[in-house]
């Protein structure tokens, strides 16, 4: 399993997001063995239904994150004259780890690095830099400040790639390998139709999972516990008033009899 997932690494590696080509990414699926495939598939539904929960989507992002570091960190490694191989394994554990422990930071970097590139290339080639600083921290705030809405993105964006890759892998063993295969675009067609699918049922059913739910749930379940205190004080003082009330009523008639 652990070489099946670096042989993945090295594949998508390879992949060039300028020059993508469909069938490359699809032919990913041939080499994929049957029970990575049935795990790709169960994968997928989980995470395009309920990829954007947070315990959940730590799961989904952590993969994605270690693939990125491993892919990008060359890359980078070339700018700052590090081994690209030391790089590759130092930028998947990094982000990897950010990702388990919190994943705001992998959002805050990725798409940092997506507005400053844009940025960058506003500003030119001698300015870059100039461009691309403010371009990081805007695209890295603008992330933090809607992470619900990049989580559920992400997470059914992946959860469409990974099922459709899964149900290709399994397609393989079949004689309707030749078919599917032939046509590299229908699958990404599909796995779009069920990124989009996923993202609009988390946000009609799936409940908000963010910080501000998770206090207003907290409120509520310490408002409950105060109500249910002041209820459980207020019978103790209806049964006193009682008892005093009978006693008085039994001493009245004693009284009376006298």
Not at 9 to 24: F, V, Y
Not at 96 to 113: D, E, N, S
Not at 162 to 176: C, E, I, P
């Amino acid at each position: 399993m652990y070489g099946t997932y670096l042989k993945l690494l090295d594949k998508l590696g390879q992949l060039r997001l300028e020059t993508l080509d469909p069938s490359a990414l699809v032919n990913i699926a041939k080499d994929l063995p049957l029970m990575v495939g049935v795990a790709l598939v169960v994968a997928g539904l989980v995470s395009t239904l309920v990829g954007g929960q947070r315990y959940v989507f730590r799961l989904i992002l952590t993969p994605i994150a270690v693939m990125a570091g491993y892919t990008l960190a060359p890359q980078l490694a070339q700018m700052v004259h590090l081994s690209p191989k030391l790089a590759s394994y130092a930028g998947a554990g990094l982000l990897g780890l950010g990702a388990v422990i919190w994943p705001p930071t992998v959002l805050f970097l990725a798409f940092g690095a997506l507005g400053g590139s844009v940025g960058g290339e506003l500003a030119g080639e001698k300015d870059f830099w100039v461009g691309f600083i403010p371009g990081f921290i805007l695209g890295g705030t603008l992330a933090l400040v809607v992470s619900r809405i990049v989580a559920v993105l992400v997470s059914a964006a992946m959860g469409g790639v990974m099922f459709v890759l899964g149900l290709l892998t399994l397609l393989s063993f079949t004689r309707l390998a030749g078919l599917v295969f032939s046509v590299p675009t229908l699958s990404l067609g599909l796995a779009g139709c069920i990124a989009v699918t996923g993202m609009a049922f988390q946000f009609k059913f799936a409940p908000a999972d963010d910080d501000e739910a998770r206090a207003k749930k907290k409120a509520n379940k310490l408002k409950d516990k105060e109500l249910a205190v002041e209820a459980k004080a207020r019978d103790k003082r209806f049964k006193q008033y009682g008892k005093k009330v009978d006693a008085a009523t039994k001493r009245a008639k004693e009284e009376a009899k006298d």
